[in-house]
Nanobody, 120 residues
């Protein structure tokens, strides 16, 4: 059974940094494309970064140059280093496989996420 556990969020001032972690169990992690997503209040959940099994990464324009996605296959963990944080980055952050994991009945499975709040 797949399990996603996100951690590392918190309250940070504008311009600050955070490093998010996502531990993945119950899957062939090293073979999986992985992504980080975020959902702000009242908005849909969007993917902001992805990393292939080979380590190639992609980002949406709004985080390019500020965020870095990485992975440690030995630890079954994917990371998101976030620098120069802005208030608009405030959201709950989630990781998932690409395509996302599904449960019985083909329903998407998500972890609990980790809250990031950027405020002075």
């Amino acid at each position: 059974q797949v399990q996603l556990v996100e951690s590392g969020g918190g309250l940070v001032q504008p311009g600050g940094s955070l490093r998010l972690s996502c531990a993945v169990s119950g899957s062939l992690f090293s073979l999986s494309h992985m992504g980080w997503f975020r959902q702000a209040p009242g908005k849909q959940r969007d993917r902001l970064a992805s990393i292939s099994s080979g380590g190639n990464s992609n980002y949406i324009d709004s985080v390019k140059g500020r965020f870095t996605i990485s992975r440690d296959n030995a630890k079954n963990t994917v990371y998101l280093q976030m620098n120069s944080l802005k208030p608009d980055d405030t959201a709950v952050y989630y990781c998932n496989r690409l395509p996302v994991f599904t449960t019985t009945g083909n329903n998407p499975y998500w972890g609990q996420g980790t809250q990031v709040t950027v405020s002075s």
